[in-house]
């Protein structure tokens, strides 16, 4: 399989060893390829190959930006949000339909295969490394280590692929240019990679470390293969790989179909198993602040935590992120990025556990509030609040913790009390505050992004004010007891205790009431349905949603047609009609409060997956492609 040859296997040294060394062999390099130069370098030196590994950990798949500085653009391809930082985001591509094999932005073929392959290489050569005398005790307990911790990756990089693009080659040697076989690997089934991908995690489990010493922190433990061979079972067993007949003639050339016909529900069992044995493990879910539903939360996306996290991708202090996502100007000092969608908005259920379309919920649209609210937000503080929508009042603690809204206030303290305000005043065009301008890159639904915004961070005094030390959590442990809830429910064809009560688990952190509430609830369409929707509000903003829907195949419903906001830009004709100041603060509210389109998205069938790249279809006689491609 030839994976761009050029491209996928040549060793790339992106890590920094005995830089000096490398200087003098730089124009040598530029024309050779790395690895014909750099083998004996690499492998010839201990410390060199702890560097290769090192380089392994760079590739890990991220959610907030390998410098800690962005959300994962996936987010803002899908109902959570909308990106208007201009026309050539790569997001937009998705949301219009616009992708295809030849551009694909988030399609990561090249960049795995390349990874994978390093990690093949390091696996070959590291027991030939020599090892200094008096550091061969030290390096016999290492290496094994060593080697699992470099499975894991090779086991993770695989899962990227199969997630993107299901039935993949699974690689498990350095192919070289040379290798016919290069050029025409097949692809392995989708019962055949997750075969190989959690059999790798459970034989490497007992190699790793429960948890590792501070000083190497952020390394692949034992929860974090668990996790994974738990993440990639409940993927086997979702709708989008378990029986799905949209693909039933993606067949390799020699007739081997790829994507299993028949529905099982062992693999449900399986999921479930594998959730279980995570949960069993020594990670808790974090109630930090005591009394303090919205901050408990809330403080997991701002701290290094090492209770609920079981893996973290290691990411430096930054007010990068807090910059992107802060509302425009005034004393909060960012450029808010994104703008959440209703649709999110109102997918937080009440405080009485009740969806807000339901009759008990207690949740009201029109009117407004005034009234003392616990904002925290990392410190002892109660906030006024002044002619808040009701439609806000007395919602889920997690929507509080990651939402912004018309009228809330953040850090209260630092900000001098000041209300955010994202409803349209012409008279002050988006110059302080967070007023939306008639163009530009400011909020469009009337809504920022908190979560993940560090109270302590001050970007309007970037020098003094402390950055934000928060990890980019690639596993923490609430994904899987509603994994575990999900596989029971659609096992057992309907909600089990056991299930209830690990999505009682996690909704017990926030202060929620416990399922089942509504009589739906008792069902497993009703229970799914819960169970789906808690994954949607406790992983907002974390990159989960792109993927979740694909596998639950609600994507064609979920994020195709209008997604909507409040009514941040109003037209002209809107605000005369309004017999006020046009370019009063009071106009822009008097029209605020109702639903206005913001984007039209498009998803086809042929979305679910993504297809295998064109180049590589163009170079691999053997390759097949994915549907509708």
Not at 9 to 34: E, Q, R
Not at 239 to 265: C, E, H, I, R
Request: aromatic share 14%; charged share 20%; hydrophobic share 40%.
């Amino acid at each position: 399989m030839k994976f761009s040859i050029k491209r996928i296997t040549f060793y790339t040294i992106a890590f920094a060893v005995t830089a000096a060394g490398f200087s003098s062999c730089k124009k040598f390099l530029d024309v050779v390829p790395n690895e014909l130069v750099t083998d004996k370098q690499i492998w010839g030196n201990i410390n060199n190959a702890n560097a290769a590994l090192a380089h392994l950990y760079s590739q890990l798949p991220n959610t907030i930006g390998a410098d800690g500085n962005t959300l994962n653009e996936t987010t803002a391809a899908t109902d959570e949000c909308f990106h208007h930082w201009g026309a050539g985001y790569w997001p937009l591509k998705y949301n219009t339909g616009a992708w295809n094999s030849a551009d694909n932005p988030f399609g990561e073929w090249e960049l795995q295969y390349r990874n994978i392959r390093k990690a093949n290489l390091f696996l070959e050569n590291i027991d030939k490394v020599p090892i200094p005398t008096d550091q061969v005790s030290y390096y016999a307990v290492k290496v094994p280590h060593y080697k699992a911790e470099a499975r894991f990756m090779r086991a993770l990089f695989h899962f990227q692929l199969f997630k993107m693009y299901g039935a993949v080659p699974v690689i498990t040697n350095s192919l070289q240019i040379t290798d016919k076989g290069s050029v025409t690997v097949p692809r392995n089934s989708v019962d055949e990679v997750v075969a190989f991908i959690v059999n790798e995690c459970e034989a490497i489990a007992p190699e790793l470390l429960p948890k590792h010493p501070d000083a190497d922190l952020g390394r692949a433990n034992r929860g974090a293969a668990l996790a994974l061979a738990a993440r990639t079972l409940l993927y086997a067993a979702s709708p989008l790989f378990n029986g799905n007949a949209m693909y039933a003639n993606v067949k390799n050339l020699d007739g081997k179909q790829l994507f299993n016909q028949s529905y099982d529900k062992e693999k449900w069992k399986k999921a479930a198993d594998a959730a279980q044995r995570v949960m069993d493990l020594d990670y808790i879910i974090s109630r930090g602040i005591a009394n303090d539903p919205i901050n408990s939360y809330g403080q997991i996306f701002y701290t290094r935590n090492w209770t609920e996290i079981i893996m973290p991708r290691m990411v430096p202090n930054t007010k990068n992120l807090d910059l992107e996502l802060f509302p425009f100007g005034g004393p909060w000092g960012g450029w808010g990025k994104y703008s959440p969608f209703q649709e999110l908005i109102d997918a937080y259920e009440t405080k009485t556990g009740y969806p807000i379309d339901h009759a008990s919920s207690g949740y009201v649209k029109e009117g407004f509030w005034s009234g003392w609210f616990w904002a925290g937000a990392g410190a002892t503080e109660w906030v006024w609040l002044d002619n808040i929508s009701n439609m806000y009042k007395d919602r889920d603690p997690r929507f509080y913790a990651t939402i912004t809204y018309q009228g809330s206030k953040f850090n209260a303290t630092r900000t001098n009390n000041t209300p955010i305000r994202l409803a349209w005043w012409g008279g002050n065009n988006g110059a302080s505050q967070a007023w939306p301008k008639s163009s530009g890159t400011f909020t469009v639904s009337g809504y920022n992004v908190r979560k993940w915004c560090d109270p302590k961070v001050d970007p309007t005094n970037w020098w003094t004010s402390p950055d934000a030390q928060r990890n980019d959590p690639l596993f923490r442990v609430t994904e899987f007891y509603l994994a575990y809830a999900e596989a029971m429910n659609e096992y057992n064809e309907g909600p089990t205790p056991e299930a209830y009560a690990a999505v009682n688990a996690v909704r017990a952190r926030v202060d929620m009431p416990g399922l089942p509430i509504i009589p739906e609830d008792i069902t497993r369409e009703g229970f799914r349905k819960r169970v789906q929707n808690e994954k949607r509000v406790e992983f907002a903003f974390e990159g989960h949603r792109f993927w979740d829907v694909r596998r639950w195949l609600i994507a064609k419903q979920v994020d195709n047609g209008v997604m909507h906001g409040m009514n941040a830009r109003p037209t002209t004709a809107e605000l005369q009609g309004t017999g006020l100041d046009v370019n009063s603060e009071a106009a822009g509210l008097a029209v605020f409060y109702k639903e206005a389109p913001v984007q039209t998205r498009v998803f086809l069938d042929r979305h679910y997956l993504m297809p295998i790249p064109q180049r590589e279809m163009d170079v691999n006689d053997n390759m097949v492609q994915n549907y509708g491609w």
